[in-house]
């Protein structure tokens, strides 16, 4: 993992329970930026997949052209 799907994924946790805690007291302002932050967090982590994706596929084309 790296530290963009790290912190995605936080990001995303600490979103939900913020959401969470903003339906249960009702503040609809809490909910909103609870879920703003889970969109944030996901789309962080899914640049770190992307990115985690181009080093493998990076590392797989240089083992196949050394071993040419």
Do not use: H, W, Y
Request: charged residues 25%; without cysteine.
């Amino acid at each position: 993992m790296n530290k963009n799907q790290v912190n995605g994924t936080i990001k995303g946790l600490t979103g939900k329970v913020q959401e969470e805690a903003g339906k249960l007291v009702g503040n609809p302002q809490q909910q909103t930026k609870g879920v703003q932050k889970q969109v944030e967090g996901n789309a962080e982590k899914m640049l770190g997949d992307a990115q985690e994706f181009v080093q493998k596929a990076n590392k797989a084309v240089m083992d196949a052209v050394n071993k040419r």
